[in-house]
Structure formats: structure tokens, C-alpha cells
């Protein structure tokens, strides 16, 4: 079984590190961020109440985020193995998916603020694909290198927002590396280096 949470803060490469993981790993990869995004765009319910948090950086409130969750969690593709990224946030998440379905590799993306800035307002993302890219990186910070989709950036994606997104990391989420490592299932992964570096290791850790 390969139940895994990759913590960390907004910025971390989070997102970077599960494309590589789902692509090579076959893991169900369920990112609730993503989850909140395409309910905003698809203009449910759900969309109308996580956007008001979401655009100023806070956290969507731990009931509406454990119901969605658990609910993920219990469809056949994750019955075995699943790869959540930005979940759990808080003590109160991370509590209740033990309930649910514990996770046995928690996966500590640790890395500076400074470069966590750079790489959030620098961040553009594929329309198409959901590729994620850095603008230093690509020549072209309108167009996909892979699919040719458009490229945009996160609403949330701009100093304000990303400085209080920190904040909240800091308040609400830090805690939870205490949390896992008392239960002995935190691997601290430098996530300031080249993501097939970070992959490796954590696919060696996997393999231990
Ligand atoms: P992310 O895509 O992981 O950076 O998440 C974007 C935003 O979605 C966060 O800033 C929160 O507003 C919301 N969000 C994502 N995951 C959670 C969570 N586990 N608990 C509460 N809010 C969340």
C-alpha cells in the first residue's frame, strides 16, 4: 500500500513533485485545491463558498474539506494507494483522515520563504494539461511547451495573497510536521533542489 500526503508550504512544489509521481507511480493523485478550482469554474455551490476564502488566501472551513475528502477517499481508485497534496492543513484534517483512510508516507517539502515568493509569483499554469511552469524557465509565458495550451496565473498567485497564504501555512498547517513525526512517518525532503532530485529520494524512500 502507498498512501501519501506531501506537506508543505503554498510554494513548496507540491504540484511540481505529483506530476511526477502520479505519471511514473500510477498513484490517484487528489489535490484539493484543484477540487475547490474546478467547482469555482463550474460555478457550484461549493465553488461559490470556497472562492470567497481562496481569493484571500484563507483556508476553506475543515468540515466542507473532510466531507469532500472522505468521500474522495472512498471511490475504488483509492482504495489502496492515494497521493493527496494540500490536505490535510489542519490538525483537525489530519485527525480525521487517520479515522478514514492514514496515510503511511508524509512526505515534509521544506524550503525557504524567499524562494517560495519567487516561485508563486513566477508560477504559470497549463489551461489545458495542468502543467506547471516557472517564467524563468520557459520562453513563452502565454503558451504551454507541452500541449500548447494557454498559459495563465493563479488568482491567487499575487503578493498579498501569497504572503497571507504563508501566514496561514505558519498558523494552521506547520504544526502538522510535529504531528507526523510523533508517529514516526515524516521524511523531510529538501525542496529547494531540481524536482527529479526530490523525486528520487522520494521514490527511494518509497522503495526502503
Ligand atoms: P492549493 O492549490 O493547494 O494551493 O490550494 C489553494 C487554496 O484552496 C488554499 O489557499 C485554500 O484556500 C484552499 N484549500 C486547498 N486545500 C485546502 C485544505 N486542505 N483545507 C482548507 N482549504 C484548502
Do not use: W
Not at 49 to 61: C, E, H, R, W
Not at 73 to 82: E, G, I, P
Amino acid at each position: 500500500m502507498k498512501r501519501i500526503v506531501l506537506l508543505g508550504p503554498p510554494g513548496a512544489g507540491k504540484g511540481t513533485i505529483s506530476e511526477l509521481l502520479i505519471e511514473r507511480l500510477s498513484l490517484t493523485h487528489i489535490s484539493v485545491g484543484d477540487i475547490l478550482r474546478q467547482n469555482i469554474k463550474d460555478n457550484t455551490e461549493l465553488g461559490k463558498i470556497a472562492s470567497d476564502y481562496m481569493s484571500k488566501g484563507n483556508l476553506v472551513p475543515n468540515e466542507i474539506i473532510i466531507a469532500i475528502v472522505k468521500d474522495r477517499l472512498s471511490k475504488s481508485d483509492c482504495q489502496t494507494q492515494y497521493l493527496l497534496d494540500g490536505y490535510p492543513r489542519t490538525i483537525e484534517q489530519a485527525k480525521a483522515l487517520d479515522e478514514f483512510a492514514a496515510p503511511e508516507y508524509v512526505f515534509n517539502l521544506y524550503v525557504d520563504k524567499d524562494v517560495i515568493v519567487n516561485r508563486l509569483i513566477g508560477r504559470r499554469m497549463c489551461s489545458k494539461c495542468g502543467s506547471i511552469y516557472h517564467i524563468s524557465k520557459i520562453d513563452n509565458d502565454k503558451v504551454c511547451p507541452k500541449c500548447s495550451g494557454e498559459l495563465y496565473q493563479r488568482k491567487d498567485d499575487n503578493k498579498e495573497v501569497v504572503e497571507n497564504r504563508i501566514d496561514v501555512y505558519n498558523k494552521e498547517t506547520a504544526v502538522l510536521v510535529d504531528y507526523y513525526k510523533d508517529s514516526e512517518r515524516l521524511i523531510n525532503v529538501d525542496s529547494s533542489r531540481d524536482p527529479e532530485v526530490i523525486y528520487k529520494e522520494i521514490e527511494k524512500a518509497l522503495n526502503d
